[in-house]
């Protein structure tokens, strides 16, 4: 049996992995060390889960960096009233066509005009 733990105490954040004999792989980390990644519910044409910055090719032009619109409060498949791709206009749904490429925090330069 293995169990991951992730706690989130103050000004760190702790992690640390447990299996049958001991807890091992004891990491902490600092808020200004790590990004921590939101999921949106939603899954790439290859069935990948997709996280806000998180970079896509989509069927209306390419690439678009998704993000959580707070002011609505939830996510929602299919026309994504609070998921949005940037420098993409509104009216776009969600198809299931779209694919992650990368993300805004390893591959920045797939954002920069060409």
Known sequence: MSVKCM???DSEIEEFELN???MNDYITAYPDEIELMQSTGLKD???KEVFV???IKCT?????EVYLEKEYGGIFKGGMPAIYLKRLGEG???TEDEEIIGNVYEN???LEDK
């Open 20 to 22: 049958d004999t001991l």
């Open 7 to 9: 706690f989130f105490q």
């Open 60 to 64: 209306k032009g390419c690439p678009h």
């Open 45 to 47: 044409k290859n069935e």
């Open 108 to 110: 920045p330069e797939l």
């Open 92 to 94: 776009y749904a969600w």
């Open 53 to 55: 910055g998180d970079i």
